[in-house]
């Protein structure tokens, strides 16, 4: 996909690239834990994402801080499964391998939401979980591009979405218990 | 939809607005995170990534201006291309269903052919005005006259040109053929001397004839002007090519 972006796009982006720059090095470093490495880590996670510019644009300040934060954080992660560097397999992915796959969706809808309880839940999960998550119910991006972003075989792609929503499914209704007691 | 499809339905809104939250905060946390960063840890980017990174931009906003200029031409050209069409559409029809339009532009296309001929011939043509034949049969022609047409018929070619009711015709048999040159009540005739081989001018009831031949040919130039003088056809006979 060729990034094509306005003279405006052009400066926003070229911003949010000078001015939390020390943010996005100090999280590169602290995953690729070398200096070139975690510049380039930085470089290649703004060139992806500049072709979705116009998009960013439109997002909470906040939130497309922590966008960009997960985006650079991927791409090291990326990068370092690549390199074999760390166990390809997130511990946490190992959790959700182990949910039965027959569990019927009917049952397990959450009845009643409490958004902040949803929070504390997301906030658990692994790296890669969140950014399959934001990229999914934030960005609303499609399945081949989750793919490709997160490293996940494309025919993969729903069954993690099932299996990660069992989690937090079940993460839930256990959290729902602990603050009832509370 | 189903009861099921809604409560996934909202399912998927609490998880977007969890999610979204969930930025929010995180955004908050690194803001506050860079505003307690000592100045030796705000580092900068080295001039090699910076310099990479202005580059990937440039070129995404190259492509976008280039995007932007073909977006605009994109109008224009697509009126241009159907004004186009629709004109090529009328012109064939038109030469195809109306017959007076039909002749106008065949005439139009001879004359292109014609005067793309002319040019053509031009350097050889001297002083005259005078479109000669394609075949350049001859060379020099009267004042006035015009190539008309040519015929090839058993290796015997005939030339004609017009001027409104006069004609000039060349002839060229092969070498071998017999002819009878018919000299009873002629007006008058003389002998010709045509490119160093000697010929025969016959002028009778109003038409006036030249008949010669060489190693190769027999010829013969024959006209019902009887205002062209012997001079001049006998040198448009030398002009036989």
Known sequence: MYAVISKEEKEFIGSLYDEYYPFWYKTAYSMVHNDHTAQDMVN???????????????????????????????????????????TVTDPDDEIISNISDGISVEDDCIKSFDISILKSIIMKLSEKERAFLIMSYYDELGDRIISKHLDIPY????????????????MYVTESKVSRHE | MSKQRIKERLEEASISAAVEEMLIEQGQNIRSELACMDD?????????????????????????????????????????????????????????????????????????????IHVDFNGESSQQNNPVSPEGTLIYLPPRFMFESIQDENNIKVVTYKSEDSFVQLTVYPINTSMNIDTENIDRGQSVEINGCDGMLIAKKGFTRITWSNEKSIYTLYTNDSALTDDELITAAESAD
Do not use: Q
């Open chain 2, 40 to 116: 030796s840890d705000k580092v900068k980017p080295d001039s090699s990534h910076r310099l990479n990174f202005d580059k990937a931009l440039e070129r995404a906003y190259r492509r976008g201006r280039l995007r932007t200029f073909l977006n605009s031409l994109r109008k224009p050209v697509k009126y241009t291309a159907a004004v186009l069409a629709s004109v090529t559409v009328i012109f064939s029809v038109s030469i195809v269903s109306v017959d007076a339009f039909r002749i106008r532009f065949i005439n139009w296309v001879t004359n292109l052919n014609d005067n793309y």
């Open chain 1, 44 to 86: 290649e996670a703004f060139t992806k994402l500049i072709p979705k510019c116009s998009r960013l644009m439109s997002f909470d300040k906040n939130a497309l801080l922590a966008y960009v934060h997960i985006t650079v954080a991927n791409t090291c992660r990326n990068y370092l499964e690549k390199a074999g560097k760390t």
């Open chain 1, 155 to 170: 025919n993969n792609v729903r069954m993690y979405r099932t299996r990660l929503i069992s989690k937090i499914r079940k």
